[in-house]
């Protein structure tokens, strides 16, 4: 094996990043697999890295290779790994769990109280080769791309936020059209939401939705959405809203349509405070409010690999663009352009 390899780095603090040709190939730890990356998908989390953003900078330390969603080839193994082997096909797990704590203990890794990421506190993805734990290794079955493979780790949020509670014969508000989002919808189609309502302020993205299941498409731009769906349910709301946008104004407002004896759950991240009236909007309805993060180890990852091999649901309407891992800036100004869909790179 080659002892270098070519990837993204983020090498100053300061916005972009460089591609770099001399990078030495991750060493491999007694419980590591070495994966030789196939393709990596560009997250929201990476554009953060790229601009260099308060978030990033609070938990970055530079160099860094960033990147975390991403499939490919193992190539090599640690001396104590068991469930992987050389050879296999694996999608990556972001999260990399202490395997001590109370949450982990309690099958609730994904919440570890010492949590690490890849791609943020350890080398990531966007480059020919990543090391990781064994425990961030999915192996795919051999009818899975390498494409879908790449996008499994997003796709698990959308579905982890849609199955955090009663889904079938539901009618869903899916606020926030994204690629998250668009999976979400995806997800509450092939689970049994009765009808799904997605709200967006692109044509393009809304044009999407229909494709992944979207009954009722409303841009926020042009049209009252509460309105709109307040006249459609009968004046009684939907029975479950999901947040994907993070938009502090959209979260709040959303209660007004949430039925009596509803679910709310909460997904995208707000970068201010969320106002909301506690009393008429959660304690009068006796509403059920929760936040989801990532995706339950390894609970959601059987659960997006059922859903994903679903007639019902095609992952390729996610996919905006596939770029050469060179060109990962024209990727990125593409993706912060507005363009709908996942930017994939392909080292």
Not at 103 to 114: A, M, N, P, S, W
Not at 184 to 206: M, T
Not at 321 to 331: L, P, Q, S, T
């Amino acid at each position: 094996m080659l002892k270098t390899m070519s990837g993204i780095v983020k090498e100053k603090p300061e916005k972009g990043a460089v591609f770099l040709n001399n990078l030495p190939i991750p060493e491999v730890g007694d419980n590591d697999v070495l994966v030789r990356v196939k393709v990596a998908a560009i997250c929201g989390t990476d554009k953060h890295i790229y601009e260099w953003t308060k978030w990033a900078q609070d938990r970055l330390k530079l160099p860094m290779v960033f990147g975390h969603e991403f499939s490919g080839d193992v190539v090599k193994v640690g001396s104590a790994v068991k469930r992987v082997k050389v050879g296999d096909r694996i999608a990556g797990e972001t999260h990399i769990p202490c395997n001590s704590c109370y949450q982990c203990l309690t099958g609730k890794q994904h919440i570890c109280e010492d949590m690490k990421i890849i791609g943020v506190h350890v080398p990531g993805a966007f480059s020919e080769y990543a090391a990781i734990p064994e425990d961030c290794a999915w192996v795919l079955d051999d009818d899975i791309s390498y494409e879908e493979g790449a996008l499994l780790e997003p796709m698990g949020v959308g579905v982890h936020g849609i199955l955090a509670g009663e889904i079938s014969g539901k009618t869903t508000l899916i606020l926030g059209c994204g690629p998250i989002g668009l999976m979400a919808i995806g997800a509450a189609y092939v689970s049994g939401a009765s009808k799904i309502y997605a709200v967006d302020r692109s044509d393009d993205k809304l044009g999407i939705a229909k494709n992944m299941g979207a009954d009722v498409t409303i841009n926020t731009k042009t049209k009252d959405y509460i309105q709109i769906i307040m006249e459609d349910t009968n004046k009684q709301g939907v029975d479950v809203v999901i947040d994907y946008t993070g938009n502090e104004k959209i979260i709040g407002d959303s209660f007004k349509i949430l039925r009596n004896g509803g679910r709310y759950t909460l997904v995208g991240l707000p970068n201010k405070e969320v106002s909301i009236d506690l009393t008429q909007s959660i304690i009068y309805k006796e509403a059920t409010v929760n936040g989801v993060t990532g995706r339950e180890m390894y609970k959601t990852w059987f659960q997006s690999d059922r859903i994903l091999k679903s007639s019902k649901f095609d992952i390729k309407h996610i996919i905006g663009g596939v770029y050469k891992m060179e060109d990962f800036e024209k990727a990125f100004e593409v993706l912060n352009s507005g363009a709908s869909g996942k930017m994939l790179l392909i080292p």
